[in-house]
């Protein structure tokens, strides 16, 4: 399997088994990463096998929830964020592709909900959750919007104790540059809801 293959099925898993998109959405997408990376690579990638894929993917999730605990750990790790964002700390998920992607949904989400309610932020992004997925945890960056050090150690504990409380297991060394790790997090954040809808 070729380089951008290899690339292209691992972000068909990552669209379906992230569970923030509806299967009109992961279409979509797909149809777009074929458009640009058919360009690219030629004969080299594989539409068909992708489409494919993607039929597989969405199978055997609907599999897999069938066994899933009623509250999963991404339950929980929402149930964690809505009591921060009920603190004053702006929370986003699934924040761009990068950390540095992160900074910029912070700072729309805060445009958005008004920063005037928040003091502080934390987020993860899709590469993190690419290893949550791969059984790695699942890192969070959080922060000060002043970046003060004092205020954002505050945030960080803050953090700790809405995981601990929502029933996680999280690990932080206590240093507000750090970000906090969930090791034993597993990754099983249901289909949407608007799934089905989407297919009607």
């Known amino acids: 399997m070729n380089d951008v293959t290899t690339y292209s099925a691992e972000r068909v898993r990552y669209w379906v088994w992230s569970g923030f998109y509806t299967a009109s959405e992961v279409e979509e997408l797909l149809a777009q990463l074929i458009e640009h990376e058919g360009s690219e690579a030629g004969a080299e990638l594989n539409a068909a096998e992708l489409w494919a894929q993607l039929d597989q993917e ?3 999730k609907s599999a897999a929830e ?3 605990p009623d509250r999963t750990d991404c339950d929980r790790l929402d149930e964690a964020f809505d009591q921060l964002e009920s603190e004053g700390i702006c929370c986003v998920h699934n924040a761009g592709h990068s ?3 992160g900074f910029t949904e912070v700072a729309e989400a805060l445009h958005e909900r008004g920063s ?3 003091y502080g932020y934390c987020f993860y992004s899709g590469h993190e959750i690419e290893h949550a997925l791969d059984g790695a945890g699942l890192w969070l960056t959080f922060g000060d919007l002043n970046d003060n050090a004092e205020r954002a150690y505050a945030v960080g504990r803050k953090v700790l104790s809405a995981l601990v409380d929502a029933g996680l297991e999280p690990e932080w060394d206590g240093k507000p540059q ?3 790790w969930l090791p034993e997090l597993t990754w099983q954040r249901w289909t949407r809801r608007d799934f089905f ?3 009607m």
Request: proline share 0%; net charge negative.
């Open 66 to 68: 069938a066994d899933w």
């Open 178 to 180: 750090s970000r906090v």
């Open 99 to 101: 950390v540095s992607d």
């Open 116 to 118: 005037e309610n928040f």
């Open 197 to 199: 809808a989407a297919e």
């Open 58 to 60: 969405w199978a055997a």
